[in-house]
């Protein structure tokens, strides 16, 4: 009697369509919609993956960068030198420097030193710092005022006399357990030096070494003044911000005055245009100009660094808009739905600037398969057609993954904006489904019999 009831029951929930009725794909074609199911193997993908489609990109500025900028700006253009012709003068004016007296030379940074050593047994014990016989070897001192010799490591000798660095040198012979037999010479007189211009043969610096350098020979060696107007030509000298001046008829004249002991540093220009100026330009200028370049480096530096700041900030702001946008969904994004037996149905955003594949579909965020419910057999990709003369028309790509190498075409078939990936589900499932639908009716009905 009770299998009749359930039968009677089952068999009347099935008239009233209130038994499960589970969701799938059907090829068919009637008045309102036109299904084609195609097998996705390499060749359909090839196919679907043909039509046309522009992925959205990200905003231009995420491809902007904080340094394009002006660039270096600084203070402009840097002046030219201004001459101010002068009247012809009646005599000119001497103006000595004050009288200095030679001092020993002291080594500077970027003078090259030579140690040198006789023949003899202190050569196989100097191995590394000096070579064979009457070996003299070059070092040359450091920005930090110190040369590094083999063996021995860096020793501080700028500042010092010839004398004083020998005997330095001597002692961390000593220390180093080396026969400090040697001498001390100087290769190349780097880090002093004169410099001659004007109304001369050839201009350029002098270096000073350990012979006192006087003026009479720092011209002679420049080949001389060509001034022709010997009355109204000067040899004037800066030194220290101060612009000395002798007549050159009167250096001529005065035998102490070829004597003048030129300083490092010093600046010596002969003028026969009788401008002051001029002189003033050749000292003064070179070291404002490179004053000048420096500082406009700096400021341009600074005002650089300040605009990228900005940049930086103000690119940051517009990229946390877009992103907030996004948040409140208030950007047009193109999408792909997901439903059937998915872990989680909704809708996956397709990536900006690139095509996303099935698979990024079923395996980003949680989308995949739902292991205990679907049938891999019958996963699809609905797409309806771009033609507005059939957008009844509909393609349904499917892809049977009962053999789990089929999977490698998930990873090739190219999604399209308003695609739906749909997976059905299980035989089993759809069974187990409709018996717990129908379960709570029959027993509702079974218990109201009995009573009755």
Known sequence: MRKTLFLIAALSLASCGTVYQSQRVVSRASDDLKVRVVPMTSQSVLVANRSAYEPKDLPEVFRTTAGMGSGLRGNGAIPEPAYTAQTRPNSLETRLPPVTNPQPYTIGIGDVVLLATPSGNSVEELAGLLAAQNSRQGYTVQDDGAIAIPDVGRVSIAGMTIEEAEDTLFQRLIDAQIEPTFSLEIASFNSKKVAIGGAVNNPGVLPITLTPLYLEAA?????????????????????????????????????????????PGDSVFVDDAYQLDQAAAYFDQQIRLATYRQNARSEALNQLQTEVSLRRSMLQEQRENYAAQVDYDAVERDYVYLTGEVDQQGRFPLPLGRSATLADALYSGGGGLSVSTADPRH??????????????????????????????????????????????????????????????????????TVSN
Request: hydrophobic residues 40%; without cysteine.
């Open 219 to 263: 011209l002679a060696n420049r080949g001389g003044i060509t001034a022709t107007d010997m009355e109204y030509t000067s040899v004037r000298l800066y030194r220290d911000g101060t612009i000395y001046q002798i007549p050159l008829d009167t250096l001529y004249s005065q035998d102490n005055l070829n004597r003048i002991l030129l300083q």
């Open 379 to 448: 996963i699809y990709v609905l797409r309806g057609s771009d033609d507005p003369m059939e957008f009844d028309a509909l393609t349904a790509w499917n892809l049977d993954a009962k053999n789990a190498a089929s999977m490698t075409l998930a990873t090739r078939f190219e999604l399209r904006p308003n695609d739906i990936v749909f997976i059905a589900e299980q035989p089993v499932t759809r069974w187990q489904r409709t018996i717990n639908q129908i379960t709570p009716s029959i027993i509702n009905l079974g218990t109201a």
